[in-house]
Structures are given as C-alpha cells and as structure tokens.
C-alpha cells in the first residue's frame, strides 16, 4: 500500500520560512519523480515544485528563488523549503508521486498571515 505523508504545515507570518517533508512508503521512492502542488480555496490545484528521480528540479515562476524541493532517498522523504512567504502562499499542499502512476498525500495546511 503506497503512502505519502505531509507534516511541517502551519501559520507563519508573511516573510517568514516553513520546510514541508512528504515521506513515502511502499513505492520504490529512487526511482519516482516527486513533486509538491498546492491549492487555494477557490483555484485549482497547481505544481509548486518538482524533483526528478535524477534531481533535476522545476519550480512555478510564482515560487522561484524563494522556495526549494530536495529529497533524501535514504529517508524515502521529499521536501519543501519555503522562504519568504506571503499571503499568496497560503493553501493545503499536496505531495505528489509519479512515474507509471500517481499517488497523492492527503495535504497540509500552509497559512501565511499576520
């Protein structure tokens, strides 16, 4: 049974930093590509970041040089540091999994406000 698990989410302030970690279980992690999406109330779901089973990592313009995805495989964890939040940051995000399928986390909350 494939499991992907999503903690460190919580309320920061607006320029502060917050580091997502996804540990995944029953896939062999080395060889997925992983990935963070989030979703705002109202919008649809949206590729923050992504690191592939090589490490070459892609980010949404919106988040570039401000966050960073990074993954231990001997850990089976994917992670996301998050710098210089603002309001736009806030939604549930979301560990993704991919190779010949897609497996989802259930979410964490991210709320950046003062």
């Known amino acids: 049974q494939v499991q992907l698990v999503e903690s460190g989410g919580g309320l920061v302030q607006p320029g502060g930093s917050l580091r997502l970690s996804c540990a995944a279980s029953?896939?062999?992690?080395?060889?997925?590509?992983m990935a963070w999406y989030r979703q705002a109330p109202g919008k649809q779901r949206e590729l923050v970041a992504d690191i592939l089973s090589g490490g070459r990592t892609n980010y949404a313009d919106s988040v570039k040089g401000r966050f960073t995805i990074s993954r231990d495989n001997a850990k089976n964890t994917v992670y996301l540091q998050m710098n210089s939040l603002k309001s736009e940051d806030t939604a549930v995000y979301y560990c993704?999994?991919?190779?010949?399928?897609?497996?989802w986390g259930q979410g964490t909350q991210v709320t950046v406000s003062s």
């Open positions: 993704n999994a991919h190779r010949n399928y897609v497996y």
């Open positions: 029953g896939i062999i992690f080395s060889m997925y590509g």
